[in-house]
C-alpha cells in the first residue's frame, strides 16, 4: 500500500500540482479556441480497435471482445486516433482534431506515460507545411496562456516567439554528427545498413554488431535532439523514408519523405505527415515494420483492413500528433509529465 505523503492525491502534493493542472485546461480551452476559428470540427475517435498501429518501435495494450455468447476476439487500446481520422477524412470530412486519450507499453519516465493525451489534427487537400504552421501557432499559443512566455527544460529555454528554425534531416546529422545521411540511403528511400555503419564509426558512434540500419539511426539522432528547439522551435523535417512509415515521399527527392517534428527545449512536442494516401505501399510499409518489430519484440501486430481499403479512397491531406501533455509541461517549466496529468497512471 502506497504512504499516504508518496501520493500524487495527497493533499500537499496535489496543491503543488493544481496551478499546472489549472494552465493545462487553460491551454486546453484556448486551442480547441484557435482550432475552431480556424474551420476545424473536434472529433472523437474510439480507443479499442482491431490493429493499435503498425510502426515496430510502438507497444499495444491487448485486450479482449467478449460477444454475449462468448466468443472472443482480439482487441488494442489505440496507439493513435490516426487511423481512425483518416476514416473520416475518407467519410468527408475535411478540418478535424481530436483529444485523444492513447495508451502505449513499454514507455515510462519524465516524458513518457502509459496513457497520455494525443491531439491530432488532419487538413485535407492541403499540404504538411500547413499544419507545420498550425504547430508554431499552437506553441506560441501555448505560452502566451500559461503566462510564462517561453517554454522550460532543465537547463533549457524556448522563445516561442522568435522565427523557428527549419532544418532537414540531412542536415541535422551533417551539422551535429558529421554524416552524411543521404548517401546512406537507396534511390528509394532504404537504408544501406553498411554505409551508415562505416559512417558513423568514423564520426565517433560504436554500432553493434545486431544493429540495423534504423538502429544506427536512432542511436545518432538521440545525441541530436538536445541541440534542436533552442533557443526557438525546430522544425525537423525530410525523414528517411524507412524511418517514415505513414508518409508520402516529397517530389523533389525519393529517398526522403514529408515528415516533420517539432522540438522544443530538445524535445520532440509534434510527428506530422505529408500523408500516404497508396494502399500498396502502405501495406507493404506496414509489412516492413512488423517484420522488424517480430526480429526486435517476438511479435507483430494485425493489419486493420478496413482502414487500407479507406486509405485508397482518402483524399491528399496532412495531419500532425502533438503530445499535449509535453507541450503543457515545457509551458509551465514542469520537470516530469506526471506534474500536469490529473490522474497519472498508478
Same mark, same amino acid.
Given at each position: 500500500?502506497?504512504?499516504?505523503?508518496?501520493?500524487?492525491?495527497?493533499?500537499?502534493?496535489?496543491?503543488?500540482?493544481?496551478?499546472?493542472?489549472?494552465?493545462? $485546461?487553460?491551454?486546453?480551452?484556448?486551442?480547441?479556441?484557435?482550432?475552431?476559428?480556424?474551420?476545424?470540427?473536434?472529433?472523437?475517435?474510439?480507443?479499442?480497435?482491431?490493429?493499435?498501429?503498425?510502426?515496430?518501435?510502438?507497444?499495444?495494450?491487448?485486450?479482449?471482445?467478449?460477444?454475449?455468447?462468448?466468443?472472443?476476439?482480439?482487441?488494442?487500446?489505440?496507439?493513435?486516433?490516426?487511423?481512425?481520422?483518416?476514416?473520416?477524412?475518407?467519410?468527408?470530412?475535411?478540418?478535424?482534431?481530436?483529444?485523444?486519450?492513447?495508451?502505449?507499453?513499454?514507455?515510462?519516465?519524465?516524458?513518457?506515460?502509459?496513457?497520455?493525451?494525443?491531439?491530432?489534427?488532419?487538413?485535407?487537400?492541403?499540404?504538411?507545411?500547413?499544419?507545420?504552421?498550425?504547430?508554431?501557432?499552437? +506553441?506560441?499559443?501555448?505560452?502566451?496562456?500559461?503566462?510564462?512566455?517561453?517554454?522550460?527544460?532543465?537547463?533549457?529555454?524556448?522563445?516561442?516567439?522568435?522565427?523557428?528554425?527549419?532544418?532537414?534531416?540531412?542536415?541535422?546529422?551533417?551539422?551535429?554528427?558529421?554524416?552524411?545521411?543521404?548517401?546512406?540511403?537507396?534511390?528509394?528511400?532504404?537504408?544501406?545498413?553498411?554505409?551508415?555503419?562505416?559512417?558513423?564509426?568514423?564520426?565517433?558512434?560504436?554500432?553493434?554488431?545486431?544493429?540495423?540500419?534504423?538502429?544506427?539511426?536512432?542511436?545518432?539522432?538521440?545525441?541530436?535532439?538536445?541541440?534542436?528547439?533552442?533557443?526557438?522551435?525546430?522544425?525537423?523535417?525530410?525523414?528517411?523514408?524507412?524511418?517514415?512509415?505513414?508518409?508520402?515521399?516529397?517530389?523533389?527527392?525519393?529517398?526522403?519523405?514529408?515528415?516533420?517534428?517539432?522540438?522544443?527545449? $530538445?524535445?520532440?512536442?509534434?510527428?506530422?505527415?505529408?500523408?500516404?494516401?497508396?494502399?500498396?505501399?502502405?501495406?507493404?510499409?506496414?509489412?516492413?515494420?512488423?517484420?522488424?518489430?517480430?526480429?526486435?519484440?517476438?511479435?507483430?501486430?494485425?493489419?486493420?483492413?478496413?482502414?487500407?481499403?479507406?486509405?485508397?479512397?482518402?483524399?491528399?491531406?496532412?495531419? +500532425?500528433?502533438? $503530445?499535449?501533455?509535453?507541450? +503543457?509541461?515545457?509551458?509551465?517549466?514542469?520537470?516530469?509529465?506526471?506534474? +500536469?496529468?490529473?490522474?497519472?497512471?498508478?
Amino acid at each position: 500500500m502506497a504512504k499516504m505523503g508518496s501520493s500524487w492525491w495527497a493533499p500537499h502534493r496535489h496543491t503543488d500540482r493544481r496551478p499546472a493542472l489549472l494552465s493545462r $485546461g487553460r491551454i486546453k480551452k484556448a486551442v480547441v479556441s484557435h482550432l475552431e476559428s480556424q474551420g476545424f470540427i473536434e472529433v472523437e475517435c474510439g480507443a479499442l480497435a482491431v490493429s493499435p498501429g503498425n510502426e515496430a518501435h510502438l507497444s499495444a495494450f491487448a485486450t479482449e471482445a467478449i460477444t454475449p455468447d462468448g466468443v472472443g476476439r482480439p482487441l488494442y487500446l489505440h496507439t493513435s486516433p490516426e487511423f481512425s481520422c483518416k476514416k473520416l477524412l475518407t467519410a468527408g470530412e475535411t478540418k478535424i482534431f481530436d483529444f485523444a486519450r492513447v495508451f502505449r507499453n513499454r514507455e515510462s519516465g519524465p516524458l513518457h506515460a502509459l496513457e497520455f493525451t494525443m491531439l491530432e489534427w488532419y487538413r485535407s487537400g492541403e499540404p504538411y507545411t500547413a499544419v507545420i504552421d498550425d504547430c508554431l501557432d499552437i +506553441v506560441w499559443l501555448g505560452s502566451e496562456v500559461a503566462a510564462t512566455g517561453q517554454y522550460t527544460y532543465k537547463d533549457r529555454v524556448c522563445m516561442p516567439h522568435m522565427p523557428a528554425e527549419r532544418l532537414t534531416v540531412a542536415e541535422a546529422f551533417s551539422r551535429h554528427a558529421g554524416i552524411d545521411l543521404l548517401a546512406t540511403l537507396s534511390p528509394e528511400g532504404e537504408g544501406d545498413r553498411e554505409a551508415l555503419a562505416e559512417a558513423a564509426r568514423v564520426a565517433g558512434f560504436e554500432p553493434a554488431e545486431s544493429d540495423s540500419w534504423s538502429d544506427i539511426f536512432s542511436k545518432i539522432i538521440v545525441t541530436i535532439e538536445p541541440k534542436l528547439g533552442v533557443p526557438a522551435p525546430t522544425i525537423l523535417y525530410e525523414y528517411p523514408r524507412c524511418e517514415a512509415a505513414l508518409a508520402r515521399a516529397t517530389a523533389h527527392d525519393p529517398r526522403v519523405a514529408e515528415r516533420f517534428e517539432l522540438y522544443v527545449c $530538445g524535445v520532440e512536442i509534434a510527428n506530422g505527415f505529408g500523408e500516404l494516401t497508396d494502399p500498396v505501399e502502405q501495406r507493404a510499409r506496414f509489412e516492413t515494420e512488423m517484420a522488424e518489430r517480430e526480429r526486435l519484440y517476438g511479435e507483430r501486430y494485425p493489419i486493420d483492413e478496413d482502414f487500407l481499403d479507406a486509405l485508397g479512397q482518402m483524399p491528399q491531406a496532412s495531419g +500532425v500528433a502533438l $503530445g499535449f501533455d509535453r507541450l +503543457v509541461m515545457l509551458a509551465v517549466g514542469a520537470p516530469s509529465l506526471e506534474d +500536469v496529468i490529473w490522474t497519472p497512471t498508478p
